[in-house]
T-cell receptor, first 114, second 113 residues
């Protein structure tokens, strides 16, 4: 049982390049999340998907787009990468259905923008 | 403004002692509070969830308290072991029970043998 799988694990981009971070979960969870983690800042929510076909902005959505492809997959796209987007990105899922549930995290994508 | 704060300084304790980590928040009204463990290079791992009507929750050597009047949660690890060394994150629901969490910056615990 893999849980939450993120690809790639590491990536280096040049300013202005685009890329998509992939996330898949095999726990049949309805809700999925994208966070970024920066030193001293804690995890900050970028986008959230309560169910297939729905997405919602989080705390820091600017410069990102998301796509909930199906129940399993939730991707995060950087259209024009900027150095300020250098961070560690985590995907998570939960069985939230109106009652708080634990979130299950992947091991992150470490992204550097030069 | 809304804030969630954990002690940013690392906590160093001796093996066998009880570690106590603090999470304080202001201007939130969470119905739930969660604690996670994060090891270097890994994603956070869920430990405990406590509801606003629960004063205390335990799981093996872990204990969490939640005081909505003080706006504070305490996380205790009894009989600590070097393997407990990690960063511990608290997280609360932004407003009641939306499913969207806001995380503290974490406290690093170092347990020395």
């Amino acid at each position: 049982n893999a849980g939450v799988t993120q690809t790639p694990k590491f990536q280096v981009l040049k300013t202005g390049q685009s890329m998509t971070l992939q996330c898949a979960q095999d726990m049949n969870h309805n809700s999925m999340y994208w966070y970024r983690q920066d030193p001293g800042m804690g995890l900050r929510l970028i986008y959230y998907s309560a169910s297939e076909g729905t997405t919602d902005k989080g705390e820091v959505p600017n410069g990102y787009n998301v796509s909930r492809l199906n129940k399993r997959e939730f991707s995060l796209r950087l259209e024009s990468a900027a150095p300020s987007q250098t961070s560690v990105y985590f995907c998570a899922s939960s069985d939230y259905r109106g009652i708080n549930q634990p979130q299950h995290f992947g091991d992150g994508t470490r992204l550097s923008i030069l | 403004s809304q804030k969630i704060e954990q002690n940013s300084e690392a906590l160093n304790i001796q093996e066998g002692k009880t570690a106590t980590l603090t999470c304080n928040y202001t201007n939130y009204s969470p119905a739930y509070l969660q604690w996670y463990r994060q090891d270097p290079g890994r994603g956070p791992v869920f430990l405990l969830l406590i509801r606003e009507n629960e004063k205390e929750k335990r799981k093996e050597r872990l204990k969490v308290t939640f005081d909505t009047t003080l706006k504070q949660s305490l996380f205790h690890i009894t009989a600590s072991q070097p393997a407990d060394s990690a960063t511990y994150l608290c997280a609360l629901d932004r407003s009641g029970n939306t499913g969207k969490l806001i995380f503290g910056q974490g406290t690093t615990l170092q347990v020395k043998p």
